[in-house]
């Protein structure tokens, strides 16, 4: 089982939908949750943290629930240029800054 | 202002022939990572070095190595590459440790072996 798991995709909706990408982490000691955007042929850049209350960043929100070890994130409004592939990501607690990636969910936004 | 940055951007080898792949940082931060990317997957990461500290992942193969001369620079040495080891090469830096320390990814390296 993939330490990260993300539904691939693609997810295909129209401008000004409402998308929402779900993820599920394996090992309990995951202290720290991350989206981290990837566009096509390009580097992952962090688009927000995931903190345990829940939090929001203008159109994306984020969301952890550590008894079900699953992660969320919403996107309202879509626009055409959140096309990218979105990417879970957890740390392990404990020693260096190591992130476990999925293998990420692709969004297609189209007018 | 370009943060991290790898070279070459696009790199063909033949099958067996030594390749090195450079990355280098402005950030000045302490832990620097590679990571080997295949399409549609998630990054995996090969190692890392924690200032002048080597770590190697347990599934990482002998015929990846790495050298971090200084702060600023990382590279990647692949041996004797297969026609499996074709793929985005990425290099990250954060500072030292910390809940939410985030990484910075260069651009990558296409690495096609022929």
């Known amino acids: 089982r993939k330490e990260v798991e993300q539904d691939p995709g693609p997810f295909n909706v129209p401008e000004g939908a409402t998308v929402a990408f779900n993820c599920t982490y394996s090992?309990?000691?995951?202290?720290?949750f991350f989206w981290y955007r990837q566009d096509c042929r390009k580097e992952p850049k962090l688009l927000m943290s995931?903190?345990?209350s829940g939090n929001e960043d203008g159109r994306f929100t984020a969301q952890l629930n550590r008894a079900s070890q699953y992660i969320s994130l919403l996107i309202r409004d879509s626009k055409l240029s959140d096309s990218a592939t979105y990417l879970c990501?957890?740390?392990?607690?404990?020693?260096?800054?190591?992130?476990?990636f999925g293998a990420g969910t692709r969004l297609a936004v189209h007018p | 202002d370009a943060m991290v940055i790898q070279n070459p951007r696009y790199q063909v080898t033949q099958f067996g022939k030594p390749v090195t792949l450079s990355c280098s940082q402005t950030?000045?931060?302490?832990?620097m990572y590679w990571y080997q990317q295949k399409s549609s997957q998630a990054p995996k990461l090969l190692f890392h070095?924690?200032?002048?500290?080597?770590?190697n992942e347990a599934d990482t193969p002998d015929n990846f190595q790495s050298r971090r001369p200084n702060t600023s620079f990382c590279f990647l040495d692949i041996r004797s590459p297969g026609l499996g080891d074709a793929a985005m090469y990425l290099c990250?830096?954060?500072?030292?440790?910390?809940?939410?320390?985030?990484?910075?990814f260069g651009p990558g390296t296409r690495l096609t072996v022929l």
């Open positions: 990250a830096t954060s500072r030292k440790t910390g809940d939410l320390n985030e990484q910075f």
């Open positions: 995931v903190y345990s």
């Open positions: 090992n309990s000691a995951s202290q720290s």
């Open positions: 070095y924690y200032d002048k500290d080597f770590n």
């Open positions: 990501v957890v740390k392990i607690s404990g020693g260096y800054n190591k992130l476990i």
């Open positions: 950030l000045n931060h302490n832990v």
